[in-house]
């Protein structure tokens, strides 16, 4: 009973209300709900806390800035879900209606942002993708391996712009977008608040995952591995958060030489081998399903799909299984 007395003192109060229908639309930072109600930071960071306190909100800090979400888990997301149904008065209405319009502002200048980082980066990226094969082929050759399989809750590790997230939110349920780059994270925020399904920004290392073991339904690392100097510590971290039946997909290059990767893009490895994704793989508990090279320009695309053991893997049944398949191959 405290608890839901909580909630409601927390929501008994203009301005906070005010806060939960914004963020009720997408996630903000405090000087961007600041902008927005016209008050001062500090005024806005108090009413935050109050809601904070009460399990209404959820904070998450990227760099040097702090973001904010409805809490989505337990009694408190139902409630906020009937947010759009609550009795507002005309006045309260207008003042909701009015604080939309100033968001679109946010939303906006978000994008602008983007577009500006796009522009600045536009030769580099064009410079890398004119060494393989059309990002579309990739693209497709990813939806077409990822095909009638569950993606359920979905972890894009090294998410960098968010286009992963974009192309799968269709087919998942929904998605936690990955990376180490607060810039990164603000400019796919920017690109994915019209998607379909919730979609959970998140800065992190892929070396240590803030997510519990066996949590995750399926994960995607597009071009991030050969960003690491322990790739394999990588995979193990992946395979920790993947729960068993589970699906992660490795797209990166093949083993190549081209050392201006490494001193001009900071690629850690310069590419991967069927061997050594393979070994990677089974010695944490993931099998290797489906390979694919895509060639076109100097370097090759790779795509690795695998499923995390499951309970059914290790049954008798399904070791007499495995043998008879090796007995008939022989």
């Given at each position: 009973?405290?608890?839901?007395?909580?909630?409601?003192?927390?929501?008994?109060?203009?301005?906070?209300?005010r806060v939960v229908a914004l963020l009720r639309e997408m996630e903000l930072a405090i000087g961007e709900l600041a902008i927005v109600l016209d008050q001062s930071q500090p005024r806005v960071s108090r009413h935050v806390r109050i809601l904070a306190e009460a399990g209404l909100v959820e904070r998450r800090r990227e760099g040097s800035w702090v973001f904010l979400r409805i809490a989505r888990e337990g009694a408190v997301g139902g409630l906020i879900d009937q947010a759009k149904d609550w009795p507002f008065s005309p006045q309260e209405a207008r003042i909701i209606a009015h604080d939309a319009r100033r968001l679109q502002a946010i939303r906006t200048e978000r994008m602008a942002v983007a577009e500006r980082y796009f522009a600045e980066h536009a030769e580099e990226w064009d410079a890398i993708r004119s060494r393989h094969v059309a990002e579309s082929e990739v693209e497709a050759a990813m939806l077409a391996m990822m095909h009638n399989r569950r993606l359920g809750h979905l972890l894009d590790i090294g998410t960098g712009t968010?286009?992963?997230?974009?192309?799968?939110?269709?087919?998942?349920?929904?998605i936690t977008a990955l990376d180490r780059s607060p810039e990164m994270l603000r400019i796919a925020r920017a690109k994915l608040v019209e998607q379909p399904v919730p979609i959970d920004l998140?800065?992190?290392?892929?070396?240590?995952?803030?997510?519990?073991?066996?949590?995750?339904?399926?994960?995607?690392?597009?071009?991030?591995?050969h960003f690491a100097h322990e790739p394999d510590r990588v995979v193990a971290e992946s395979a920790r958060v993947l729960r068993g039946g589970g699906h992660l997909l490795v797209v990166?290059?093949?083993?190549?030489?081209d050392e201006e990767l490494r001193t001009r893009a900071a690629h850690a490895r310069l590419g991967f081998s069927d061997a050594q994704i393979r070994g990677w793989f089974a010695s944490n508990g993931i099998l290797l399903e489906n390979t694919q090279t895509l060639e076109g320009g100097e370097l090759a695309v790779k795509l690795w799909l695998g499923r995390r053991r499951s309970d059914e893997d290790q049954s008798p049944q399904a070791h007499d299984g495995e043998g008879q398949r090796k007995r008939l191959a022989a």
């Open positions: 009973m405290s608890e839901l007395l909580d909630i409601f003192r927390a929501l008994a109060d203009p301005t906070r209300l968010g286009r992963m997230a974009e192309i799968f939110a269709p087919t998942a349920r929904r998140v800065q992190g290392d892929f070396l240590a995952l803030p997510m519990e073991s066996a949590s995750i339904d399926s994960i995607i690392i597009h071009q991030a591995l990166d290059f093949a083993p190549h030489e």
